[in-house]
C-alpha cells in the first residue's frame, strides 16, 4: 500500500466519509445501490444542474414527447390543428417569458413581433401578387430570417427599454404596438393592405413541398400533421435552448435584472447588454412563432396583430407559470384548448353561443375566463399552473409528513 493510500484510508476513518461517494474519482456519479431511494442525491454541481436531473424527469419527459409525436395520428384533424396551434403559442410564449418572467421585462407589443415574423416569411417565401412581394424562398432560409429580422429589431428597440421599467415599459411596449399595426395597414406591397391581407409563405423545407401527403410505410403524413411534427421540433430544438440558457450565467444576470436591477448594476451585470439580449431573444422568438402561425392559418391580414393577441400570449406565461418553460407549455395547451371546451359547451348551456344571439357568445366568456383566472394566479399562485404541480407533487414526496 502506498503512502497516498495509507493517507486516504487515514481520512476516510477520521472523517466518517463514506467510500461510495468518491468526489474526486467518480465525476459526481454514485452506484445505483447508493442512490436507490435518492433520485436527488448529486455529489456535483453538473448533477444538480442538469437538465434532467432525475430518472423520473427523463422517464416522463420521454413519455410526453412520444405522446406528442404519436397524437395526431390517432385524433381528427380540427384536433390537429388546436394541437399545432398550442405548439406554436408555446414557441412564442417562451419568448414573452424570457423577456417577462425570467429578465422582468413587462411587454405589450408581443403581437407586433409576431407580425413581423409573418410578414418576413410571407414576403421571403410567398408567391408575388399585382400589390404584393413574394420571392418564393425555401424554408430553410425562410424560419430564420423570419426569426433574426424580429430579433434585430428588439435589439434596436432595447436601448429604450434601458430607459424605463415597469408601468412605463408597459406603455412603451404598447406604443411600439400601436405604430406596428399602423404600419402594417399602410405598407402594401409587404402585407396586402387594411381588410385585403396577402398569402404566406409556401410549405416547401430543403426542396421537399410539404403541402403534399407523404406514406412512410403504413403511415401516411399529410399536410396538417407534417406541419404539426415541424413545429413540434422546433419547439424542443427552442425550449431545451431556452433552458440551458437560462440554467447558465445569462439566466441568472436575468433574474438579478428582475429582482432589482440598480442592486444587478452594482454587482457588475451589464443592464443594457442583459435587457438587449433578452429583447432580442424573446422578439426571434415571437417573429418564428409568427411564421409558423402564418402557414398555420393560410392568409394573414393586418388586424391580426393586435393587443388581444398580446394579452393571448401574457395569460400564456401568467396562467402557465411565470419563468418556467414547461409553465409555458401547459400555458399555452391550457388557451388554446379553453375555447374548444366552451364550444362544446354550447350544447349545454342554453344562454351560451358560438357567435351571437344569447347572453354571452364564446369569445366573451373565454375573456372573462382568461381575465379572472389571470388576477387569480397573480395573487394567489404566481406560478401558475406548474406551481400548482410542484405542490401536488412536493405533497406526496413529503406524504405523510407534512413539512
Known amino acids: 500500500m502506498t503512502r497516498n493510500d495509507t493517507l486516504a484510508e487515514a481520512s476516510h476513518r477520521l472523517t466518517g466519509a463514506s467510500t461510495h461517494l468518491d468526489f474526486e474519482h467518480s465525476r459526481g456519479k454514485v452506484s445505483a445501490r447508493v442512490r436507490r431511494g435518492r433520485p436527488t442525491l448529486y455529489t456535483s454541481y453538473a448533477a444538480d444542474q442538469a437538465l434532467l436531473n432525475t430518472p423520473a424527469k427523463r422517464f416522463w419527459t420521454a413519455v410526453v414527447v412520444i405522446i406528442a409525436i404519436a397524437a395526431p395520428f390517432l385524433i381528427a384533424a380540427d384536433l390537429i390543428y388546436l394541437l399545432t396551434l398550442a405548439v406554436i403559442y408555446a414557441i412564442g410564449g417562451i419568448g414573452l417569458n424570457l423577456l417577462t418572467g425570467y429578465a422582468g421585462q413587462v411587454s405589450l407589443g408581443h403581437a407586433f413581433f409576431l407580425g413581423l415574423g409573418a410578414y418576413t416569411a410571407a414576403v421571403l417565401g410567398g408567391t408575388p401578387g399585382s400589390t404584393t412581394w413574394g420571392l418564393q424562398l425555401d424554408l430553410a432560409i425562410v424560419l430564420p430570417a423570419a426569426a433574426i429580422i424580429p430579433g434585430l429589431i428588439g435589439a434596436v428597440v432595447a436601448p429604450l427599454a434601458t430607459r424605463v421599467r415597469g408601468l412605463y415599459l408597459a406603455v412603451l411596449t404598447l406604443g411600439l404596438l400601436i405604430l406596428g399595426e399602423h404600419l402594417f395597414k399602410i405598407m402594401i406591397p409587404i402585407t396586402g393592405g387594411q381588410g385585403v391581407g396577402r398569402g404566406v409563405a409556401q410549405r416547401t423545407l430543403f426542396g421537399v413541398d410539404l403541402s403534399a401527403t407523404y406514406a412512410i410505410g403504413p403511415?401516411?403524413?399529410?399536410p396538417p400533421?407534417?406541419?404539426?411534427l415541424l413545429c413540434l421540433v422546433l419547439l424542443l430544438a427552442l425550449g431545451v435552448a431556452a433552458r440551458n440558457l437560462m440554467r447558465g450565467r445569462y439566466g441568472r444576470a436575468f433574474a438579478a435584472v428582475r429582482d432589482r436591477d440598480i442592486a444587478a448594476e452594482i454587482m457588475g451585470v451589464n443592464l443594457l447588454r442583459t435587457k438587449t439580449l433578452a429583447f432580442t431573444l424573446s422578439?426571434?422568438?415571437?417573429g418564428l412563432a409568427g411564421a409558423l402561425f402564418s402557414?398555420?392559418?393560410g392568409r394573414i391580414a393586418p388586424e391580426q396583430w393586435n393587443l388581444f393577441l398580446s394579452i393571448d400570449f401574457l395569460a400564456v406565461i401568467v396562467i402557465g407559470g411565470?419563468?418556467?418553460i414547461s409553465g409555458t407549455i401547459i400555458g399555452a395547451c391550457f388557451v388554446v384548448l379553453v375555447p374548444r371546451l366552451?364550444?362544446?359547451l354550447t350544447a349545454i348551456i342554453p344562454w351560451l353561443t358560438v357567435s351571437g344571439g344569447g347572453v354571452l357568445n364564446v369569445f366573451q366568456l373565454q375573456t372573462i375566463v382568461f381575465g379572472v383566472l389571470i388576477i387569480l394566479f397573480i395573487t394567489l399562485e404566481p406560478r401558475g399552473l406548474y406551481g400548482i404541480w410542484i405542490r401536488v407533487r412536493n405533497y406526496f414526496k413529503a406524504w405523510p409528513f407534512s413539512y
Do not use: N
Not at 403511415?219 to 399529410?222: K, S
Not at 422578439?283 to 415571437?286: F, Q
Open 225 to 228: 400533421v407534417t406541419l404539426y
Open 322 to 324: 411565470i419563468a418556467t
Open 295 to 297: 402557414m398555420l392559418i
Open 283 to 286: 422578439s426571434a422568438y415571437a
Open 342 to 344: 366552451l364550444e362544446e
Open 219 to 222: 403511415v401516411l403524413l399529410p
